[in-house]
């Protein structure tokens, strides 16, 4: 017979999650949840709340300041971990819920893991229509959680206790499929919550979550080898998957032994060392000279664990004359612009290529031309993060020199973490790490807000190192209120804020479309923010410099300091790194009044000629 034990549905879910186990590197065992971000309101804190509070010594809660922002930081962990642990996130029925939404496009986007936990009305509706309940005249059964459903790789309501049984191991399939991953939401409502059911006892028994691999179809692997082998200039273009299926050694055994040059794409990059002689850095519409030129010159492209961008395809354009080969472990992402599908884990389809490909190697002027070009690019990264004295504002890239000058083993021990604006074509661009993971940019959705949430996720994954959060003043007046979370949480953040006075690079983006700049730029009557004052007050330290010099010296004093510090430092607008780069299409009106738009369509016009139909 059968033991059981009488839980809430709650209990039962919290318990569940607590048992599980997931292995590292050399195999010790780690919970597979790092624990739970909870704000409590009137739809999970007496059900979901009463079991986190009764397992907090197995499975530990946070508490966050904002919804969104909570979400963010769960995911961050996630990517950071490189999909292998994860968070779960709780909040109230209602406001509380949707907050939660842009954070579950975001994971879905980036096919990151995260569980969301959001509180739903009753099921019994006897006490309909509760504070914050969204009524649908047409259909009774609708809450507004049903519009975690198409932003979900799996979505429950929880509407019988006995349903977690069933639906809590589907959870962790999706999250954990190295295909289907991404966001999963449990909508619980709040009666549900509370109710109790006798649960075989061995549902709770630890258990390891394995990730598993894809392995190759040997007909692909062939096909693909093939190509590769009639061509004379291929190009690789690394993405997220390298890094998710822990394919960076792969990667460069293999490009190594066949002469490949790499390009990274924003979430492949870190895949390959900086300062690799095979290394271009970064592609596309944020990429370095060097990978656009040889993009643009491929005769084939291996696209590995990338779902190809418009900015890492440049919108089409950029290597639109080459053979493509897409290995990646998604069948979706595999089927990209008519290429060749090679669907497999990462690590597994590159040894499985370079079996095939034996002896092969790329053309000697090609290699040589590559290695000449990242070579040279590499230089110019130097020039331009090398400057101490600047005359007027400093532009963003100046910024990235000085922050990285500050310490020596900044390739190695540093994070920089960020997300939208100008700030990530010029990390693209000029960041260096050696370190997988040293760069984290959320560039999938590119979500103001992100930078401060993520940095604190990435600090609670990877204490020991030192997690850089570079954002503009726009993001950080969208959400900063984790500043205030990683003070409490004791969990440090250097914060480098630069401030343009607006959103200089949509601003920008505005006048290459021949607009005037218009509802960008703050105007001389806006007041100017003390953001170094405005942190003081969340419990950070913090300071403004003047120059690049001083900011420098700034970050010593920062990167000594034990708890969450914030420098921030005026900026030029109107410069950017012009090396690199390539066309992006952004549509500009057919019909206008102004000279400059109707200059700019007739550009767009020529520029959507060298798309690949």
């Known amino acids: 017979m059968k033991t059981t034990i009488r839980l809430t549905m709650a209990q039962a879910l919290v318990r569940y999650l607590a048992a599980l186990r997931t292995e590292d590197g050399d195999g010790t065992l780690l919970p597979l949840f790092g624990g739970a971000f909870a704000i409590f309101g009137h739809g999970n804190v007496a059900g979901l709340g009463e079991a986190l509070y009764q397992y907090r010594d197995s499975f530990p809660t946070y508490r966050a300041h904002n919804e969104q922002a909570m979400a963010h930081s769960a995911i961050a962990y996630a990517k950071a971990h490189m999909r292998r642990r994860m968070m779960a996130v709780t909040s109230s029925i209602g406001p509380g819920a949707t907050n939660l939404l842009t954070a579950a496009a975001l994971a879905h986007v980036n096919r990151l893991p995260v569980l969301l936990l959001p509180g739903d009305v009753f099921v019994s509706r006897a006490p309909d229509p509760v504070l914050q309940q969204l009524e649908d005249g047409s259909d009774g059964s609708v809450s507004v959680n049903d519009a975690f459903k198409p932003l979900s790789r799996y979505f429950d309501r929880i509407v019988y206790p006995e349903q977690v049984l069933t639906a809590l191991p589907r959870a962790i399939a999706a999250l954990t499929d190295p295909a289907a991953c991404g966001p999963v939401t449990l909508s619980l409502p709040q009666d549900v919550q509370t109710m109790a059911y006798d649960y075989p006892e061995e549902f709770f028994a630890p258990r390891i979550v394995r990730f598993r691999a894809l392995p190759p179809v040997e007909q692909e692997l062939e096909e693909a080898a093939a190509l590769l082998k009639n061509a004379r200039q291929p190009l690789i273009v690394a993405g997220g998957g390298v890094l998710y299926g822990k394919a960076c050694a792969a990667l460069q055994a293999f490009a190594e032994r066949h002469g490949i040059p790499v390009a990274e794409t924003q979430a492949g990059k870190s895949a390959l060392p900086w300062d690799h002689p095979l290394q271009l850095g970064a592609i596309g519409v944020t990429g370095s000279p060097a990978a656009n030129a040889l993009a643009f010159d491929a005769d084939m492209v291996l696209a590995v664990g990338t779902r190809l961008q418009d900015f890492t395809t440049g919108s089409n354009s950029l290597f639109a004359q080459a053979q493509l080969v897409s290995l990646n472990v998604n069948s979706f992402d595999a089927l990209k612009r008519r290429g060749l599908g090679l669907q497999a884990d990462a690590t597994l389809g590159l040894q499985g290529l370079s079996r095939l490909l034996g002896s092969w190697n790329s053309a000697g002027q090609w290699m040589d031309r590559a290695q000449q070009a990242g070579k040279a690019w590499r230089a110019t990264v130097a020039s331009i993060t090398?400057?101490?004295?600047?005359?007027?504002?400093?532009?963003?890239?100046?910024?990235?020199?000085?922050?990285?000058?500050?310490?020596?083993?900044?390739?190695?021990?540093?994070?920089?973490?960020?997300?939208?604006?100008?700030?990530?074509?010029?990390?693209?661009?000029?960041?260096?790490?050696?370190?997988?993971?040293?760069?984290?940019?959320?560039?999938?959705?590119?979500?103001?807000?992100?930078?401060?949430?993520?940095?604190?996720?990435?600090?609670?994954?990877?204490?020991?190192?030192?997690?850089?959060?570079?954002?503009?003043?726009?993001?950080?007046?969208?959400?900063?209120?984790?500043?205030?979370?990683?003070?409490?949480?004791?969990?440090?953040?250097i914060i480098v804020v630069l401030d343009n006075r607006g959103y200089g690079c949509i601003n920008r983006l505005q006048q290459a479309c021949g607009n005037a700049s218009f509802n960008n730029m703050l105007p001389d009557s806006a007041p100017v923010i003390d953001f170094a004052l405005h942190a003081q007050s969340l419990g950070a330290l913090s300071e403004h410099v003047g120059n690049i010099s001083e900011l420098e010296q700034a970050m010593l004093r920062a990167r000594a300091a034990t708890r969450t510090y914030l420098i921030c430092i005026n900026t030029d607008d109107t410069r950017t790194t012009e090396e690199g780069g390539c066309w992006w299409e952004v549509a500009v009106p057919e019909v206008s009044t102004q000279p400059g738009v109707q200059a700019a369509r007739a550009r767009y016009e020529l520029d959507r000629l060298k798309q690949r139909n």
Do not use: F
């Open 386 to 493: 090398g400057k101490r004295e600047v005359a007027g504002l400093p532009y963003d890239g100046e910024v990235i020199g000085a922050v990285q000058r500050s310490s020596e083993d900044s390739t190695i021990r540093d994070i920089v973490v960020c997300a939208a604006g100008t700030l990530p074509a010029e990390l693209h661009k000029l960041w260096r790490t050696e370190t997988p993971g040293g760069y984290h940019m959320e560039y999938g959705y590119s979500c103001m807000g992100y930078e401060i949430a993520g940095g604190l996720g990435v600090k609670m994954a990877k204490p020991d190192a030192e997690v850089i959060v570079m954002l503009g003043d726009g993001s950080y007046l969208m959400m900063n209120s984790e500043i205030a979370t990683s003070v409490m949480l004791d969990k440090k953040l």
